[in-house]
């Protein structure tokens, strides 16, 4: 079965330091991968996604996360942390086979980042 | 465009009771599921729907049910209501349902639902 990890449940960083949000997944095939954010009482927000091409992906708000294929990472990363990024981060990875042809996410348990002033 | 939309944002159940979790979307997505968020289980796929009039099961699916009579609305329904079905659900859609892997979702902002 496919599956995604974050292994930390939170994060703690300063502001102005960079930062990493881990995940790794388990796929059979080739991994399509998402990165969301989730802010107090709001839906997910999509941050970015790697689906072929470049290992580095940019994304919104200065984000990018790197695709490793030989570690089977996806880790998420911004060279300088504001107050503002402090929110819940969840990975995912689309499976073609969880649910059919039409490729539903599967989802982390998330990992919640606090970054402070 | 407000893309999706979910209502009601907050509601509280007596175990038992029936009620309907609304979702809309003004995309004209194919695509739309329902999740529930839970403390240290992320999202679980409940339901899905690849266009109007097909729906299917996700891993969640037992104690709702959902219709899509129009591409518009996805409607989740709680037919009896249990403390375990205590949760926030999450409403999404995407533009197409098939060979999309590289769509991302649009979520709505929940329904946070207790049941006592």
């Known amino acids: 079965a496919q599956s995604v990890a974050q292994p930390e449940d939170q994060v703690k960083v300063a502001e102005g330091n960079p930062l990493t949000v881990k995940c790794t997944y388990s796929?059979?095939?080739?991994?399509?991968l998402f990165w969301y954010v989730q802010y107090p009482n709001r839906g997910l927000q999509f941050l970015l996604k790697?689906?072929?091409?470049?290992?580095l992906v940019k994304g919104s708000y200065g984000f990018e996360a790197e695709f490793n294929k030989s570690q089977t990472s996806f880790h998420l990363k911004k060279p300088s942390a504001l107050v503002s990024d402090s929110a819940l981060y969840f990975c995912?990875?689309?499976?073609?086979?969880?649910?059919?042809?039409?490729?539903?996410?599967?989802f982390g348990k998330g990992t919640k980042l606090s970054v402070k002033p | 465009n407000a893309g999706v939309t979910q209502t009601p944002k907050f509601q509280v159940l007596k175990t038992g009771q029936s009620m309907t979790l609304q979702c809309a979307q003004d995309?004209?997505?194919?695509?739309m599921s329902w999740y529930r968020q839970d403390p240290g289980m992320g999202l679980r796929l409940i339901h899905y729907s690849v266009g109007a009039g097909i729906t299917d099961q996700g891993e969640v699916p037992n104690g709702y049910n959902v219709s899509r009579s129009t591409t518009e609305d996805f409607p989740l329904r709680l037919l009896s209501a249990a403390p375990s079905q205590t949760s926030v659900y999450f409403c999404a859609s995407r533009p197409e349902a098939f060979l999309a892997v590289n769509q991302p979702q649009h979520f709505g902002d929940g329904t946070r639902l207790s049941i006592l």
């Open positions: 796929v059979s095939g080739n991994p399509y």
């Open positions: 995309m004209n997505h194919e695509y």
């Open positions: 790697y689906i072929t091409g470049d290992n």
């Open positions: 995912a990875v689309r499976d073609p086979d969880y649910g059919g042809s039409q490729g539903n996410l599967i």
